[in-house]
């Protein structure tokens, strides 16, 4: 299998048989202390079973649902674009394989009109969301912004003084939300002794190299982070700034995150499914990126979203002056030196991205394939599920942006 090219079909955890049987023969397994639940192609399984690996906590759904209307069509499928890496041409469908997808929806005027699921993702599948949980700790910080209890201009130091003496302590509040502090940290995925290899240490997300005398949890991990640089020139795409965040917004209200965003988002939005939210040894919330929602609930998001938080029944769920200052995006200027080439124009502000260029559309991303992706003009929503053998996106864009772009343009013109 290590010298097999194995391709979205000859990869499906179905077909490969991960963790099938009674027992399940050695070869097929998946086990946390290999790491293979982060592996491809093995995760390819584990993304759709992160609580079988590492332990999570419960984000509560409340008693009321809301109800997606479904209006399926079969138009999409064959809308066509053109790659913007290569220039070579493909179908919404082919770009699904392209990008290994393991489910996708897409609403339109807020209804369902496009749903597949694949490989072992099911619609009451919770999945990993990875770095599209961010935008639901911005969105949580946000809100806290327009109820006055937090200041943007607040240093880091004010609000968690355990981060005094580390790189965060004179960053503002603001700073950390638009990703625009100056650390010490690399976000390389491929290199274990980067920031994010560090901070995956601390957080146990994969088994720590022998010897290990390191952070014991997220908390402890964040004062070492040490400052490089001055805070607001430029923006820099680091997760230890959501898990800062994530404490702030915790601190704040006064309990865990996972039961704050369950009171201030899960419920309120009609989430239809309980969330898997990954957690270090110390019970805290992986901010950054643990976050595991079924496919329909990071819809519904996306759609509060575009519904400037009021939803179809005219209940205000998300606070409209928390989306108001998210919604015109971050500095350009900022952004522009981080030399993200199928971003042009783009932006970055409380943890949501801003893609330039396409009807003034803005995503959650998350690696190996996650995302919301908002389109107010084209009145669409689209949540996708991945497990790319690749983290960085970077390998999906030239398929992706594109993809959602010409979907966008043919319910434009199509109704």
Known sequence: MPDQILDADSSDPVLMGWMEGLPPPPERRIRWADAGHMRFPM????????????????????????DLPVALRDDLDAVAFQALDDGRSLTWAEAQKANFTDAILVLHRGAIVYERYRGATRPDTPH?????????????????????RLDPAAPVADLIPEL?????????????????????FSEEYTDPTSGIGAMSNALGLTPRPPGYAGPDDVFEFLPTVRKNG???????????????????????????????????????????????FLIDTSGMPFAGGGLNP????????????????????????????AIGSILPGGSREAFAPAGYRWIPGGSYRSQWWFVGGNHGAYSARGIHGQAIYVDPVAEMVIARFGSHPVAANSALDPTSLPAYKAVADHLISHG
């Not at 390819?44 to 008693?63: K, N, Q």
């Not at 965060?168 to 603001?174: N, P, Q, V």
């Not at 209200?253 to 309980?274: H, K, N």
Request: hydrophobic share 40%.
């Open 294 to 321: 079924v496919l329909r609930d990071m819809a519904r998001f996306g759609e509060a979203m575009r519904l400037g938080g009021t939803l179809p029944g005219g209940s205000q769920a998300i606070h409209a002056a």
């Open 43 to 66: 995760h390819r399984h584990a993304y759709s079973r992160m609580r079988e690996f590492l332990p999570t906590t419960r984000v509560g759904r409340g008693a009321t649902l809301w």
């Open 230 to 276: 001055e805070h607001g020139a430029r923006f820099t795409y680091r997760t230890c700034n959501t898990e800062v965040l994530g404490w702030i917004v915790a601190r704040t209200e006064g309990e865990q995150l996972d039961r704050v965003l369950s009171r201030r988002i899960w419920q309120p939005l009609g989430m239809e499914q309980d969330a898997d």
């Open 164 to 184: 005094a003496a580390s790189g965060f302590g004179d960053a503002t509040l603001r700073q950390v939300m638009d990703m625009t502090t100056a650390l010490d």
């Open 128 to 148: 990993i969301a990875f770095s599209v949980t961010k935008s639901f700790v911005g969105t949580l910080a946000e809100m806290l912004v327009a109820e006055g």
